[in-house]
Every structure is written in C-alpha cells, then in structure tokens.
C-alpha cells in the first residue's frame, strides 16, 4: 500500500464535469493498493495518515495532525502509484498493482477504517475505477508518501 498525502487548503474531485466530493483545510490522500496489501496494512495506514503531524501549532511546528485540527480528508484510489520501477524503459508496469475487484475492496475497506479513527463526517471519497479530475489547493506545500508499515 502507498500512500501520497497532501496538506490542502482545499480540494475537490470531479467526474463527468460534475463534483462528486469535496473538502476544507485538511488532507487529500491518494491511495494505490499492491497485490501483497492486507485488511491489516488498511488499519495501519488509516491512523499513520489521521495521526500524522503535519499541521502547524502556535509556535508554527508541524505538530498536530488532521484529527488534531479537526480537518477533512479526501481519499482518492490511483493504481498508477502502484508502478514498478525495477525495470528499464519509459512505459510504466502495474504488474504489482491489486486488480480491480478487490482493489476496491481494500479501498472500501481502507475507508471504513479512515471512518472508524476519526471522524465519519469529516472522510470523503471519489468512486473507485472512474476518471476523475481532482482540484487541490496544497497548504504549504507539504507532501508526504508512504508505504505499507
């Protein structure tokens, strides 16, 4: 599992023109799901990400995390994260990629345990499998990826 976390001032996907979510100051989670991926990685990655500190406290630290500023969380599924990078050539494999049904399973998953550490209000998601157009506005910016722990 690998994740891309962004601190945003907002964002928001589109599909088909139209928005499907959107959120305030918080995080937009871009989420690739592996073949070797389990019900426990969701877990793991799902508070890593929530109680992240990558929000400034009064004295400007990042010290506090979406929970802490009660911020909201995008999560948006993308394979592509997914490539390997092993082998030569300028075509990228997504050979290490889960397939799509139970791909979006974890991702399902993943989000119920988003729901489950935080709060459920403040989690939303694009739909697994569509073309979307996601709008960010990055806080900072401050990016942060990271993989299964």
Do not use: W
């Not at 969701?42 to 009660?70: G, H, P, W, Y």
């Not at 997914?82 to 974890?106: I, Q, V």
């Amino acid at each position: 599992m690998i994740s891309v976390i962004q601190r945003v001032n907002h964002a928001n996907v589109s599909i088909n023109g139209n928005v499907y979510s959107s959120i305030g100051k918080g995080l937009l989670v871009l989420l690739g799901i592996h073949k070797t991926d389990s019900e426990p990685d969701c877990r793991a990655m799902a508070k890593k990400i929530t109680d992240l500190r990558i929000f400034n406290d009064e004295n400007d630290k990042m010290n506090l995390s979406v929970k802490d500023t009660e911020g909201e969380v995008l999560v948006i599924s993308q394979f592509t994260l997914c490539t390997d990078n092993e082998k030569s050539g300028n075509r990228p494999s997504f050979f290490k990629a889960e397939l799509p049904e139970r791909a979006n399973k974890m991702y399902e998953l993943f989000i119920d345990e988003m729901k489950s550490v935080y709060t459920e209000e403040k989690i939303r998601k694009g739909v697994f499998g569509e073309m979307m157009e996601v709008n960010l506005c990055n806080d900072g910016p401050v990016t942060i990826i990271l993989e299964r722990i």
